[in-house]
Structure formats: C-alpha cells, structure tokens
C-alpha cells in the first residue's frame, strides 16, 4: 500500500503531498492519488524531490501529452521541459497574473515546476483558484458571463520589443505568432473531469469580452482580473530548493514574483496538453 499523504494548506488550494518520491515511477495506486488530490486542491507541492529533465517529464507524462514552448529555451536532451533562467531569459512575463498558453486551441491541462536554483529571498509563486472566484460572484454576473467568450492572445505576454531583440528572436517570435493567433475561450469553463465552473481569462493573455463593448469588456475584465486574485482566493509558495508544483491549469492563475533581482532563479517546467475549454 502507498503511504501517500494530502495534506491541505489553504482553503480555496494547495495541499501538501508526502509519502511518495516522484523521481521513481509510479505505480497506478499512486498516479490515480495524485490525480484525484489535483483534481481537489488545484495544485500540489513536493518536497524535496531532487528530480532531473527526464524524471519530471516522466512524472508529467502520467497525465497527459507534454507540450514544447515556442519561445522559452528548453533542456536539449529533454525538450518538453523548458528553463526559466533569469540569467538567459526575460521572464517578466511570469509577474503577472496568468493561466499558461490559453493562446492555444488545447491550453495546457496542467505543469510540473520544479526549483532548481534559488535567490536568498524573494521569488515566491502565487496561485489563484479560478472555480473559488467564479463560486463568489453574485448570481446576476454570472448569468452574465456564462455563455460569453473572451480574446487570448499571444503577444499580450510576448510584445516583440522583449522577445524580438535578434533576428533569431525575431525569426522564432514571428513564426510563433503566425502559428497562434489570437482564438477566443470561454470566460467561464467547466472543468473537464469535475464539472465546476471556473473563471478563465486572465491579465496575461485575455485582451477582451467578444460579445461586449469595447468599455464594457474593459470594466468587466477589469473587475475580473482583480476579483479572481484576491487574497482569500490565492496561496502564495516559498520556495526551497528540489521542490516541486504541480497545479492544474484549467481552473488556476499563477504569479511568479519578480522580487529578488540581481540575484539568479532558475526552475524547469514541464507542461502537459489539455483539451478545448467548454
């Protein structure tokens, strides 16, 4: 028997997992436990698992297809983990609020973080539950919003003047905008697997309501962004070094916050492919 133990942490998200060392693979008692916590708690924290690019996209590939990001550098021997290197890569378009790649048709399910070097303080993550937020509205707005479709759109959180400064970068941001144009989701979304109903735009990639004003889209996604962030919504993670997050992508925000400059933080995300938000 597993000796795998949930532990909650917030009320809205988070738990604590133990018991389990997700740098071995893992047997159908403890994927399915882990499962059923996400699908719970939103995202999930592991402590000191010293876990490499082919563990992590392991542990990732139990629950689905993982995704390779266009603009991010990725481990060369591993693709589908990517590097968020503060030494290499602009990543100030983590410190905003954000759910990842809704620029996509299939936003990603979810994404395996994992800390590999750390700055002496600050860099701190936050996570927002979208389905707390949509639950606390008030029965009027959500008739509004239910059945409405807002904008993602790549270029929100990749403008050319930060990722087009070679013509490498250019080459690489210009065909990546190509690919993805903006597309519209639901404001509102039904988790897949357990019917909740979540908040889905975000300050990150939402650039309007289709179906409103351009001032009406403004105001509401304005009230939006800062209802779904507020704090009895949200949990906020301390980093140490070899832990792991993993949240589910479909009913969350996230925020890396960028605190700690000059000092260097490095952490390897893999993400994995979802399905069509309804």
Do not use: C
Request: avoid cysteine; proline fraction near 8%; charge should be negative.
């Amino acid at each position: 028997m597993s000796s795998l133990t949930v532990t909650p942490i917030s009320t809205a998200l988070g738990a604590l997992i133990s018991g389990v060392d997700i740098t071995q693979p893992l047997n159908p008692e403890e994927r399915d436990a882990i499962e059923q916590a996400l699908l719970k708690h939103s995202v999930l924290f592991f402590r000191d698992q010293a876990i490499n690019p082919q563990q992590q996209a392991r542990f990732a590939a139990n629950f689905g297809d993982l995704h390779i990001h266009p603009i991010y550098p990725n481990v060369p021997e591993q693709p589908e983990v990517l590097i968020l290197d503060t030494a290499v890569t602009d990543v100030r378009d983590n410190a905003v609020w954000h759910t990842d790649v809704t620029f996509l048709p299939t936003p990603a399910l979810g994404a395996v973080l994992s800390a590999k070097l750390l700055p002496a303080f600050g860099g701190d993550t936050l996570w927002a539950s979208g389905i707390a937020a949509y639950e606390a509205l008030s029965e009027p707005l959500k008739r509004l919003l239910d059945g409405l479709t807002a904008t993602h759109d790549f270029t929100k959180s990749f403008p050319l003047e930060r990722f087009g400064n070679t013509a490498e970068d250019f080459a690489r941001w210009d065909e990546t905008r190509k690919k993805n144009p903006p597309l519209s989701h639901p404001v509102v979304r039904t988790h897949p697997v357990s019917g909740r109903k979540s908040l889905f735009v975000s300050d990150g990639f939402t650039t309007r309501i289709n179906e409103l004003e351009p001032a009406e889209s403004e105001a509401i996604l304005k009230l939006l962004f800062a209802h779904a962030t507020r704090p009895e919504f949200t949990i906020r993670w301390r980093w140490q070094e070899n832990d792991v997050a993993f949240w589910d992508n479909r009913v969350t925000q996230h925020y890396a916050v960028d605190d700690y400059r000059p000092q260097r933080r490095v952490m390897h995300r893999a993400t994995i492919l979802g399905d069509v938000p309804f």
